[in-house]
């Protein structure tokens, strides 16, 4: 080990700690950060390839985002289309696919046209798609047989482009920002894995004592927690973010046998819900087969495919009767009780493909339950923030920030689209809280227009 102090120090190895690891690097004077992981490589959980869409979630066909949102969302996501171009990534880990935002039915397709007028000056390649242009694009959303006979007997319309990069593997990304970071300065650039935060301590000299579960014991002038749900698990262990509760939610995939779409095909989605509506993806990490998901469904534990942390999870919820009120306000309404109840049966053997494939259909109306599979090991946890001071759920990202070298980040989708204009928001805080230099002109010309 070449230093046990250091100026900054991060939790967690996935997108949002690298990304953060790697601009400290590149566009500030720190003399030393060392990125602590818990398991054997970095991006083993949320940041996987397997475990999202692997998406870039510009704002575009995402039909949820207003068009405020898309405008700073296509800032930070145009940040990875930046880095991956700057070092030659481009058909290594990110890749152009086209994609679209789906309208089908009379009120969907009315939706998509005035969507697509609203959204065009903000991003100008757009198009929109009738079924006859849709035929050429995606045959197998159009036809209701796989003999490509039959017209389904519903209108649709769709807005996209074959023109953007829309795809990247998040876990290879993770490796690069990592990789470029300890290559961009003479800076100590330490990354140490099996190395699980077990405490974080102020100390009495307002430095920062992080241990780990082995007994390791570091020091830093400011540790940013980038763990996914457990930034908000070792929050509280701080006494910070108590009006915060975690509600893990795990999606899941089905994976085509075989090609069916040559793109990203969303649909619209259902403003009352707040968990992504069913699309389907061409997988770059399963030779190409279509994968559909991703079903939601509440989890308790804080990480998906890995042994324990049921107890974490209990501790993270911050169980209260505010809580109740905000599962209860939930549950009273019916499109939100509904889609609970339907996407717990999506996990249930022997009726889950016959039950989903009813929803997929909206995409491809020709798909049969011997088209998917559940797609075993796919999928991720997303930690979904409670807050119990407005009694609601929270959608997006959520960042714990009490002005005293600690920040504790919570990502849910579109987090990894996010992460670099997350870290630029923590290296902001960073450099004023230790006086360090930064080359922003520099930032600015690498990673945005």
Not at 32 to 60: F, M, P, R, V, W
Not at 84 to 95: D, H, S
Not at 347 to 365: C, G, H, S, Y
Request: net charge negative; charged share 25%.
């Amino acid at each position: 080990m070449k230093n046990k102090h250091y100026d900054v120090l991060i939790v967690g190895g996935g997108i949002s700690g690298t990304a953060l690891f790697y601009e400290l690097a590149k566009y500030t004077d720190v003399k030393s950060i060392c990125l602590l992981e818990k398991y054997e490589a970095l991006s083993t959980l949320n940041s996987k390839g397997t475990s999202n869409s692997q998406t870039i979630h510009i704002g575009d066909i995402e039909t949820n985002y207003t068009l405020e949102k898309a405008k700073v969302t296509k800032r930070t996501a145009n940040m990875i289309e930046k880095f991956c171009l700057q070092y030659g990534l481009e058909e290594k880990i990110m890749f152009a696919h086209q994609k679209m935002a789906l309208g089908v039915g009379e009120k969907e397709v009315h939706f998509i046209e005035n969507r697509y007028h609203e959204f065009k000056e903000l991003f100008p390649y757009l198009e929109l798609w009738d079924v006859e242009k849709l035929k050429e694009l995606e045959p197998k959303l159009v036809y209701t047989d796989k003999e490509q006979t039959k017209v389904r007997p519903e209108p649709i319309l769709a807005m996209g482009t074959s023109t953007q990069y829309t795809t990247v593997d998040f876990g290879a990304m993770s490796e690069a920002l990592a990789s470029q970071a300890q290559k961009a300065s003479d800076a100590i650039t330490d990354i140490f894995f099996h190395s699980q935060v077990d405490q974080i301590k102020e100390r009495e000299d307002k430095t920062f004592e992080v241990t780990t579960t082995s007994g390791e014991k570091y020091t830093a002038d400011f540790v940013v927690v980038d763990a996914g749900a457990h930034s908000l698990f070792l929050a509280h262990q701080m006494g910070y973010g108590k009006h915060m509760g975690c509600l893990p939610m795990a999606g899941s995939f089905y994976m085509t046998d075989g090609h069916f779409l040559n793109g990203k095909v969303y649909m619209v989605q259902n403003n009352k819900l707040p968990f992504a509506a069913l699309h389907g993806d061409p997988d770059m990490l399963a030779e190409g087969k279509t994968r559909f998901g991703p079903t939601a469904l509440v989890l308790p534990k804080l990480e998906r495919f890995k042994p324990g942390t049921y107890l974490d999870f209990f501790k993270t919820l911050n169980f209260d009767s505010k809580i109740v009120k905000i599962f209860w306000d939930l549950l009273k309404d019916s499109d939100i009780r509904n889609y609970i109840f339907k996407n717990f049966l999506f996990e249930v053997p022997f009726i889950n493909k016959i039950l989903f494939v009813q929803d997929a259909r909206k995409i491809v109306p020709s798909l049969s339950v011997d088209d998917i599979e559940y797609a075993k090991g796919f999928g991720g946890v997303r930690p979904q923030v409670l807050d119990k001071e407005k009694e609601k759920l929270m959608l997006g990202e959520a960042s714990i920030n009490p002005g005293n070298g600690l920040i504790f980040n919570m990502t849910p989708s579109p987090g990894a689209t996010s992460c670099l204009g997350n870290a630029e928001r923590d290296l902001k805080v960073i450099v004023n809280f230790l006086n360090l230099s930064y080359d922003e002109a520099q930032f600015l010309k690498d990673l945005t227009e």
